[in-house]
């Protein structure tokens, strides 16, 4: 920083040249201001663009068990690397190291927002393995929503439904002996940290195995484990 220094044997300002000085300073001070206000509605941060159509890319994946929901890792774990080729893609919402089903990858940060944020009101239908039968008074708690540590769930749409012919689980599903199992079809809108699990724990009936069926209008069809494909660039969100 320059530090200005007066000329030896300048002459000092005046009483009323000094006033000048403090009104002009006042009048500098106003004019500074007014220009660094903004202006309402205004961001500091420009929004992302969106990838043009022809450069957007979706990729539907069956996640494996035992898989990160990432590229890398430094513990020489299953990644998404070992099975998908395409670069910059990124996925949009995880699923548990130890859940499987559909993972939805884009470059569109726009389409990406709208699979996860809960005001987009975008469904994930999963299709989970609980311990235990619960009823429907059990059932109704998870219609409704419960209290988990980090807040109240959103209502979910919760069904019955029979055992979905799927691939077999390596390693299988441990079962408790003389315990049955119920199959749950679980709509919800949010994507906290493995939340579905919290849910059926919440009301006595821990998840067994969970599986990701759909995201949006996009569903796991025929992919098997570790299968991924690129729709096209047309067929968006």
Do not use: C
Not at 17 to 29: D, E, L, W
Not at 60 to 83: H, I, M, V
Not at 84 to 105: F, H, N, Q, T, W
Not at 211 to 218: D, E, L, Q, T
Request: no cysteine.
């Amino acid at each position: 920083m320059t530090i200005k220094t007066a000329r030896k044997g300048s002459p000092r300002p005046n009483r009323s040249s000094s006033g000048q000085f403090k009104q002009k300073s006042q009048q500098k001070h106003q004019k500074t201001g007014q220009t660094r206000r903004r202006k309402p509605g205004v961001t500091s941060k420009p929004e992302k663009k969106r990838p043009a159509p022809g450069d957007r890319k979706v990729i539907l994946f069956n996640k494996p068990y035992d898989t990160l929901s990432q590229f890398t890792d430094g513990e020489g774990r299953k990644t998404l690397a070992d099975y998908i080729p395409i670069k910059d893609v990124y996925a949009a919402g995880r699923l548990d190291r130890d859940s499987e089903g559909l993972m939805v990858l884009t470059n569109d940060g726009v389409l990406q927002a709208r699979l996860t944020q809960p005001q987009s009101k975008s469904e994930k239908t999963y299709w989970v393995q609980v311990d235990g039968e619960p009823t429907e008074s059990d059932l109704d708690k998870l219609r409704n929503g419960v209290e988990l540590k980090d807040g109240p769930t959103l209502p979910a749409k919760i069904e019955r439904m029979k055992e979905p012919s799927v691939w077999d689980r390596e390693p299988p599903v441990r079962f408790r002996a003389n315990i049955p199992t119920t199959w749950l079809s679980i709509t919800i809108i949010e994507g906290r940290n493995r939340q579905v699990r919290r849910m059926t724990a919440n009301i006595g009936f821990p998840t067994l195995r969970l599986i990701r069926a759909s995201m949006g209008k996009y569903a796991l069809d025929a992919l098997q484990p570790g299968e991924w494909r690129e729709i096209p660039a047309t067929d968006l969100f």
